[in-house]
């Protein structure tokens, strides 16, 4: 088989199959795994995959902004990072939310624990954990906000009243991600509030899906070491993984989900 044909079959197996595998490709072309990602390099420079690690992705599936209308796949990647976050978070903490539909997602896994404290402007994840009598969830002040399908509380008054509370870990769910200009988020308010949260945390975990990685928001949030630990799920991008990696920050996908539930089993 031609380089040009099997290129267009394996363009032809994401665009069916959302994913695949480099060593999977492999044996059904009967070509070396080096062979595989040299094609996969390829078809992301063409802008028809996203290389993540042991496969790829089709760019066309990627999360829609909040507020959209998830498919099955994208609801089961949302709550697998969801999942992550409240099972890195212990009954005993007290912790900052963040606003935006992955910290709603989260809050409902969170509304789930024993015992928790939570400080948060998300109005959206207060309605939720709010049902468990036993957890503490502190709303700041300030004036309420809605954007795609979210409500928050942001402005003057909600980062003076975050500028002398401390927390054990922060959830911020950034917008975008770039390896040159790091995390930031579209607007510039809920920055100065996420900002402010991070230095008075004693430990900070983004929350981000696959589809923010390459790209810039507006208000500039931090370089990517500004946190220990990122959540995401499989898709993101090798180059964030072994930049992580290189960094000795952690990196969470719903592959260590399947494996901490099939531990539990």
């Known amino acids: 088989m031609f380089t040009s044909d099997r290129r267009n079959a ?3 197996i994401v665009a069916e199959n959302e994913k695949v595998d480099v060593s ?8 070396s795994e080096v062979t595989i990602r040299k094609d996969l390099v390829f078809l992301e420079k063409s802008g028809i995959v996203i290389r993540t690690h042991g496969g790829a992705v089709a760019r066309d599936n990627v999360m829609p902004p909040s507020g959209g209308t998830l498919t099955p796949p994208e609801l089961h990647r949302l709550r697998s990072i969801a999942k992550l976050a409240a099972y890195y978070i212990d009954d005993s903490d007290f912790i900052y939310l963040g606003t935006g539909a992955v910290c709603s997602k989260i809050a409902e896994e969170l509304s789930k624990k024993e015992q928790l404290t939570v400080l948060t402007n998300n109005v959206t994840a207060i309605a939720l954990m709010a049902q468990n009598p036993n957890l503490h969830v502190i709303s700041t002040p300030g004036s309420a906000v809605s954007k795609n399908g979210e409500t928050m509380l942001a402005g003057t008054d909600t980062l003076q009243y975050l500028k002398d509370k401390y927390v054990d870990k922060a959830i911020i769910s950034p917008d975008a991600v770039k390896l040159n200009t790091g995390y930031s988020v579209q607007n510039s308010g809920i920055c100065d509030i996420y900002k402010t949260v991070m230095e008075n945390a ?12 390459n790209k810039n928001a507006f208000s500039p949030l931090g370089d990517l070491s500004v946190c220990s630990r990122v959540i995401t799920d499989e898709r993101i991008p090798d180059a ?26």
């Open 10 to 12: 394996i363009q032809q």
């Open 24 to 31: 999977e490709l492999a044996r059904k072309f009967n070509v």
């Open 202 to 213: 004693d430990d900070t975990l983004m929350a981000v899906t696959s589809d923010c990685f």
């Open 240 to 265: 964030f993984t072994e930049y992580y990696s290189s960094n000795d920050i952690q990196v969470f996908t719903s592959y260590d989900l399947n494996n901490l539930e099939a531990a539990r089993q």
